[in-house]
DNA sequence: CCGTCCCATGTAAACGTTTTCACGACGTCG
DNA sequence: CGACGTCGTGAAAACGTTTACATGGGACGG
C-alpha cells in the first residue's frame, strides 16, 4: 500500500538499517551507497512513517495543547506563541479544545497518550485536586493560568490578581468613584483572579464596594454586552467600566455606542488581556497587557527545558507568575492629561507582531 | 518506565489480546475477567500509546492542519471550525503553521505521514504546481482558498470573486464614486481573487478604474493602517475604503480616526471575511460573511467523509466554492437609507457563535 | 454418549521504524 | 607478520498495540 523503508532498502539493494542511516544520518554510509538510497527514496516519494517512528525512538517530536475553547483572539495568539516556540525546536502540535470539565480533559490527555513529548493544559474552569487526578505522570505538563496543583506539573500563570489591582488604582487616580467591573465565567479562575483585583483596588482606594457594579459576564463579546446594559440600567451607573477581558470590553465599546455614550467623555472603558486588535479599537483600548502570546512561548519553552534534560527539574521553581502591566490608551479618558514624556506615540501599527518586552516586568504601567 | 499493556496483562492474570479486547470492546470477554482487566487497568492508570496504536490499525485517529500563519480571527475561527467537526468524529488536530512556500509545507506534510489520517491546507501564497508536487499521494486532502490542483485533492474554497464584486456594486448602489481598496499580499490567491472581483465591480459601473485607489495591503491591521494613509493622501481621496479583509479594514477606522475623519459620514469602510469581532466594531463593520467556521467544518467533514469510504470519491466534485455575501452594518453609511424590513435588527450579541446560515447561498445582501 | 458448534481465551504475527550487536574488510602499529 | 581499531554494512531485536488464527471446554442436538 505505502511506500516503507523496505521497498527503499528493496530497490535500493541494501538493508533498511542502511536507509535508515541515510535518513538520519546517523551513523557514517558510503557516499556511493548514500547517495544510491537518496535517489531510490526520492523517485519512490518515501518518507517515513511517523507513528512507527515515533515507538521506535521513545520521543514522538510533538507537544500537546488542551484548551477550553479556541474562540476569540486570545487563543490566537497563545497557540501562535506556543507554535512559535515549538516549531524552534522542530515539534508540531496536536490541539484539543473544548475541553471544560475533567472528564473531557482526562479524555483528551489519554488520546495524546504515545503521540506528544508533552503538554500544555489550560483549564481555568476546573479545580486544583479534580486536575491533578487526570493529569499524566511522566510527561513533562505545564498548566496555564490554572490554579496550584501537586502533581508534578509546572504552573505557569499570568499575575491577574496584580494586573487587576493596578488597573483599578489607575482608574481611581483618573478620577473615577463608581468603577462598574464585568467579570469573567463563575468558577473560572482568571476571572475570580481579576475580580477579586477588582475588590481590593476598590477597597484600598476607600470606596463602598457595591455588588450591583461587580456584574458577572463569560469573557465574550456578548457577555460584555449584555454587562454594560446591565450596568447602565443601574440608578446611578458608573463612569468607567472595567472589563475582566478585552472581548467583554469590546461588547462593552459596542452597546455604550448603541446607547449613544461618548468613550471616554461620558464613559471610561478598560480591559485586560491586550490582544492585537486593542489598539486598534474605537477609541484604542486601555487594558492590562499579560503579553499572550509570550505566555505560550514560555509554556512550550518550559515542556521543552523539561524533555531536553531527562529527569524533571526539581530545583527548578514549579511555578511562575508572568507580570502584567497597565497599558493606557485612549478608552480611559486618561490619555491626555498623562505625561506623554514616559513612551513617545509612534509607529504602533508598526509593532512586532510578537511583543516580548513583557517577558521582563515593566515598573509600573506604560503608554502606547 | 510506562505501563503497558502487558503489564496490566500481567497483573490481571490474562494476556494481552484479552486486556486489548475489553479496552476496545472489540469482542465479548467473560465479565469477571472483564471486570478484573479494567480494575487493574484503573489502578495502574494504564492508557495505550498512541504511537503504537497507530502504527498497529492502520489509523491516527488525527487530521493535520497546515496553515500559512495564525495570526488573527480568521484563523481562529477557522481552526475552531475544523476542530469542532474533527471532534464529532473522534480526531484530534495536528496544527502546524507558518508555512508559507512549498518548501515549508513540503516538510509539514512529511512529518504528519504516518501520524494523520487526512489533511487540510491551507497555501494561498503557493503556485499550483508547486503546490502539487509537496502534497502526499494516498491521503485524503482538502486545500483550502487555494488554485485548483491537478492532483487528487479537494478545493475548497470562498466565492472571493463573487464577493468583492458584490461588495462594491453595493458601494456604488449607495453612490460612491471613488473607491479605494486596501489589496492583500502579492502572490496570494484569496487577495487576487477579491482585487479581481473589485476591479471587474468598478468597471462595470462604468467607472474610470484608476490605479492610484488600488493600493498594496497585507492582510494585517497594520497594513490597513498603511494603505488608509496613502489613499488620504491622494489628491483626491476616495469617499469608500473596500478593504481585503477585515484586518485591514479595523487598522483603516484606526487610521481614520486618527485623522479625524468620521466614519461613515466622512467616509465609508467595509472589509470582507465577517471575522467575530467585525459586528461589535465602532462603527459595526459591512463586510462579506465568508463564514469562516463553517468553511473550517466543511473542510473536517469532506476529509472524514472521504475517510469513511475506502476509495477516493471519484463521483464527487474537485471542487466547492462557498457563497461569499454582503452583510450591511453601519460603516458604509448604506444603512440608515437600506430598507430596514429585510431582517430587524435584534439580539445581535446573542447570535450563535457558529453561524451555520452562510452554508447556503443567501440571495442577495443581509442585514444585520 | 458422541460429534458439533460457540464462546472465551491464548499465541503469535503483523505494523514500520530505530538501534544494538555482530561481522567482515581494511589499514595501522607494534 | 599478527593484533587491533575503524569503517561500512546486515541481521535482528526492540517499541506497544491490534488481530488473525489456534485451542480448549462447555452446551446442545442427534
Known sequence: ????????????????????????????VRETTRERVLDVARDLRFSPNGAARSLSRQRAGALGVILPDIYG??????????????????????VSSSHHDCRGIGAAVRAMRGRVDGLMVMAPDVSAPLLADVLP?????VLLNGPAIDGDAFVLTVDNYGGAVAMTRHL?????????????????????ERQRGYREGVREAGLAYDAAYDVRGDFSEAGGWRGTRALLALPSPPSAIFAANDAMAVGALSALREAGIVVPTEMAVVGFDDIPVAQFLNPPLTTVRVGIAALGERAAA??????AERSPPDHAPRRDVLPAVVVVR??????????????????????SRLDRSSWSSTPGGIRI
Do not use: K
Open 1 to 28: 500500500m505505502h511506500v516503507t523503508i523496505r521497498d527503499v532498502a528493496r530497490l535500493a539493494g541494501v538493508s533498511v538499517a542502511t536507509v535508515s542511516r541515510v535518513l538520519n544520518a546517523s551513523a557514517p
Open 73 to 94: 483572539e486570545f487563543f490566537s495568539e497563545l497557540l501562535r506563541g506556543i507554535d512559535q516556540e515549538a516549531q524552534r525546536a522542530n515539534h508540531s502540535l496536536l
Open 137 to 141: 505522570r511522566g510527561v513533562p505538563t
Open 172 to 192: 481611581v487616580a483618573t478620577g473615577h468613584v463608581r468603577i462598574g467591573f464585568i467579570a469573567g465565567a463563575e468558577r473560572n479562575h482568571d476571572a475570580s
Open 302 to 307: 518550559l515542556v521543552l527545558a523539561a524533555l
Open 330 to 351: 485612549d478608552s480611559c479618558g486618561a490619555s491626555a492629561g498623562a505625561p506623554s514624556h514616559l513612551t513617545p506615540r509612534s509607529g504602533h501599527p508598526e509593532r
